[in-house]
């Protein structure tokens, strides 16, 4: 069975610096796809950003960007010029390529300083 | 376009108590999926639904039913709450070959 790992509760950033969110998984397939979503204190969970495991290229958008380690099943969220608005539980997901369920790891909460 | 909507927000139930959560999606997704949220533990599948008119188990469905109504709806009901079952629900849908949407989510306390 998959599974996803984030090995870090909380983390803390200062405005305008760069962070580092940790994410591994444990998987025997070659095709999947992999997540990381937002959830503000809203509650709402909101998709950053995408993998598709068959991809060499990382992902980006914007300010987010992944750094994508298929060989060491290795998923980091790296966030640029960190803004008061990042603050929030950040989860990791796993999804194989040909099943409909999400795999989620246990989160990590980020805090955001002026 | 509202998206994925939940309905009720927040329920207290007392212990042997039944309800039914709601959902609803206007984005014509065909799959819809049910789940929990603990502290510490992320989100784990309740049910899903690939297609109206079928459902399958989740990772912990015990203590719950569904019903996909049509395409539109995706219910989730609690015959006997129990505390254990305190937690914040998500509705979530997909279209194939695309990522989740999820709803704002109910909160449930079981007393």
């Known amino acids: 069975a998959q599974t996803v790992t984030q090995s870090q509760p909380e983390m803390s950033v200062q405005e305008a610096e760069t962070v580092t969110l940790s994410c591994t998984y444990d998987t025997s397939e070659s095709d999947y796809y992999l997540f990381w979503y937002k959830q503000p204190p809203s509650r709402q969970m909101i998709l950053v950003i995408r993998q598709e495991a068959y991809k060499q290229q990382n992902a980006t958008e914007n300010r987010f960007s992944v750094n994508f380690q298929k060989a060491a099943k290795s998923f980091s969220l790296k966030i640029s010029d960190s803004q008061l608005g990042d603050a929030a539980m950040y989860f990791c997901a796993y999804r194989s390529y040909n099943t409909d369920k999400l795999i989620f790891g246990t989160g990590t909460r980020l805090q955001v300083f002026p | ?111």
């Open chain 2, 1 to 111: 376009n509202a998206g994925v909507t939940q309905t009720p927000k927040f329920q207290v139930l007392k212990t042997g108590q039944s309800m039914t959560l709601q959902c609803a999606q206007d984005m014509n997704h065909n799959s819809m999926y049910w789940y929990r949220q603990d502290p510490g533990m992320g989100l784990r599948l309740i049910y899903y639904s690939a297609s109206e008119g079928t459902t399958d188990k989740g990772e912990v469905p015990n203590g719950y039913n569904v019903s996909r109504l049509n395409k539109r709806e995706f219910s989730l009901r609690l015959e006997s709450a129990a505390p254990s079952q305190t937690s914040v629900y998500f509705c979530a849908t997909r279209e194939t070959n695309n990522e989740q949407f999820f709803g704002p989510g109910t909160r449930l306390t079981v007393l």
